[in-house]
């Protein structure tokens, strides 16, 4: 199952913020323990990458633009990670699934 997580959401969904390293980290040991293909969008540049993650970075384009035309180019089912409404529309209509950033966040965080 692909994930698209919508970065710059799901790390400040807490207090204090995940940094993007952090993020990338956590979400790489989830990714493992859930055999799931997770992919971390960040406006502008992205973090170091890490084994069991595609990080992206999108440069000039924001990472809602990358996530809703990576979402529209998916023939198989995904997983949309975020909170952002506008985003859930753009993005959220073929999802099989459609998690909260902040639910996320929480998840990831209970891994340590």
């Known amino acids: 199952m692909i994930v698209l997580v919508d970065a710059p ?3 400040r969904s807490l207090w204090p913020n995940l940094s993007p390293e952090r993020l990338v980290e956590r979400l790489a040991r989830w990714a ?4 799931a293909e ?3 969008v ?4 992205a973090p170091e990458p890490v084994a069991g993650v595609d990080v992206v970075g999108t440069g000039a384009e924001s990472a809602d633009d990358w996530i809703t035309r990576r979402a529209a180019e998916l023939s198989e089912p995904y997983v ?3 909170s952002d409404r506008e985003l859930r529309e753009r993005a959220g209509a073929r999802a099989e699934r459609i998690v909260g950033g902040g639910r996320f ?4 965080s209970a891994l340590g």
Do not use: C, Q
């Open 9 to 11: 959401n799901v790390r």
């Open 32 to 35: 493992e323990a859930e055999g």
């Open 80 to 82: 949309l990670v975020t």
């Open 105 to 108: 966040a929480r998840e990831l």
């Open 38 to 40: 997770a992919v971390a």
């Open 42 to 45: 960040f406006d502008g540049p």
